[in-house]
């Protein structure tokens, strides 16, 4: 691996990877967890395979990655009992749910999940999301050398500083796995830029996968060709990864592998919606909250307050943050009637020939109008009447739900106050020499881009 224009890929990858006796360490653990789950399987007389999933079996790994410990029954199983013995046998473990139940046993800087599942005889033969991971990981055993697994590393460590890195609700970003796939087909985390450079969105990157309507990204899994590994993309994550594609630059690797975060504020007229929850599970919880956030979106619009960014979040219960474009709205709103050519403005006029407290009914262009009294002008008052309304999911208390507003904001937890632009971009995004470069060659490679540069 050489020297390019500052750039040592070994010291890249020394930054990114664990410090070799901290991994062993982390895996001296692992399998000290893995003796321990086969005491339990003699012990309660179960039939099960334990086995490493995740990034630790495939070498793919990266600081701050956990590790996941699987349990594979060849045949139908109680995952909730399964759950109730592990807790039972690791007591310091915390019950989590995504498509499916595990244990989360937190450590001192990652954590190890246990996660019960059927033992699939095939890629396709699946009764839940997880049954497929020992395929994923036995496919990049397979087909990954070395090299392309440090390749996984770096773009790994790109997509997670540009904050795009993970495929749960609430980042719906590109996943260890998809990350993978994309080295898999076009081997470099180079030629993965490059390519990058010139997508656009719906990106198809499977030529013959056409059924995979209203996905922003397309990716095939090898291992199940009827599932579409980013699925969960959003476009506002796959978007980010384009810019950040066209912009990027060996010369600046640092500010997109490694960006400072800077902190910012919570606008004084945002409001923000606090439900709590009783499991607070974010798969399920994340999903609603984007429902609600959406209801309460469209009633306000139609109340005439204009909601100019809104985002979700989950820290000890469900938060809704809505920015609005004002606290207040005046006390009068225009009404538009119809056209003088219309065969409606008879009854238009009639219905307001009595004039409002502003007066009678007036001209806009062609159109008759009035200028009505509003509804509603207060907008924490509407969120906090409109909320109540709204069919919510049981895994929230309905009764105590919050709308915070002014100086009441502090109360917001400070990693949402401070973050609730999201997804945003970064500091790089201030490299703006390249990104007209790439806008007008897209498709040009890194050596071409590197000598235009110099």
């Known amino acids: 691996m050489k020297k390019e224009m500052g750039y040592d890929r070994r010291r890249v990858l020394a930054g990114i990877m664990e410090n070799p006796s901290v991994r062993q360490k982390k895996l001296e653990r692992v399998r000290e967890i893995e003796g321990i789950l086969e005491q339990v399987k003699k012990r309660e007389k179960l039939d099960y395979e334990i086995f490493l999933g995740g990034s630790y079996a495939k070498g793919t790994d990266i600081k701050g990655s956990d590790a996941d410990i699987f349990m594979l029954f060849p045949h139908e199983f109680d995952a909730l009992e399964i759950l109730r013995i592990l807790r039972k046998e690791f007591p310091e473990g ?42 994923h990981v036995k496919f990049v055993q397979k087909n990954f050398t070395q090299e392309m697994k440090n390749e996984v590393r770096i773009l790994k460590q790109f997509l997670k500083g540009i904050g795009v890195y993970g495929a749960e609700s609430s980042v719906q970003g590109l996943s260890g796995y998809v990350a993978e796939l994309l080295i898999y087909k076009y081997r470099t985390f180079d030629e993965v830029i490059s390519n990058a450079r010139s997508w656009s969105i719906p990106c198809l990157l499977d030529a013959s996968a056409t059924e995979f309507k209203g996905a922003n990204l397309v990716m095939v899994d090898p291992v199940d060709p009827g599932r579409n590994t980013a699925a969960n993309v959003s476009m506002e994550n796959l978007a980010t990864f384009i810019l950040a594609a066209r912009m990027f630059k060996w010369e600046n690797w640092k500010e997109f592998l490694y960006p400072v975060r800077r902190d910012f504020e919570l606008p004084s007229e945002a409001v923000v919606v606090y439900l709590p929850c009783k499991k607070c599970d974010e ?51 225009l009404h538009l009637g119809p056209p003088i050519t219309s065969p409606n403005v008879e009854s238009f006029l009639q219905k307001w020939k009595n004039g409002t407290k502003f007066g009678m009914p007036f001209m806009v262009g062609d159109r008759v109008c009035v200028l ?28 105590k739900i919050l709308v915070i507003s002014g100086t009441n904001l502090d109360s917001v937890p400070e990693s949402i106050r401070k973050r609730f632009l999201f997804p945003s971009l970064g500091q790089w995004a201030l490299n703006q020499g390249m990104l007209s470069e790439m806008t007008q060659n897209p498709r040009k490679d890194i050596k071409e881009i590197k000598k235009a540069i110099r």
Not at 102 to 121: C, E, N, R
Not at 299 to 318: C, H, M, N, P, T
């Open 283 to 333: 798969e399920v919880l994340i999903p609603n909250l984007r429902r609600i956030s959406t209801v309460l979106k469209g009633e306000l619009d139609a109340l005439g307050f204009r909601v100019i960014y809104s985002s979700v979040f989950v820290s000890k219960g469900g938060y809704i943050v809505i920015v609005p474009e004002a606290k207040e709205l005046g006390k009068s709103a």
């Open 372 to 399: 009505r009294e509003r509804e509603k002008i207060d907008v924490s008052e509407t969120i906090a009447e409109t909320v109540t309304k709204i069919k919510l999911a049981r895994d929230f208390d309905l009764n």
């Open 94 to 135: 915390r019950e989590e749910y995504s498509d499916h139940p595990y244990l989360m046993l937190p450590q001192s800087t990652f954590s190890i999940d246990i996660v019960p599942g059927y033992k699939a005889s095939t890629g396709t033969d699946l009764r839940t999301a997880v049954d497929r991971t020992p395929f």
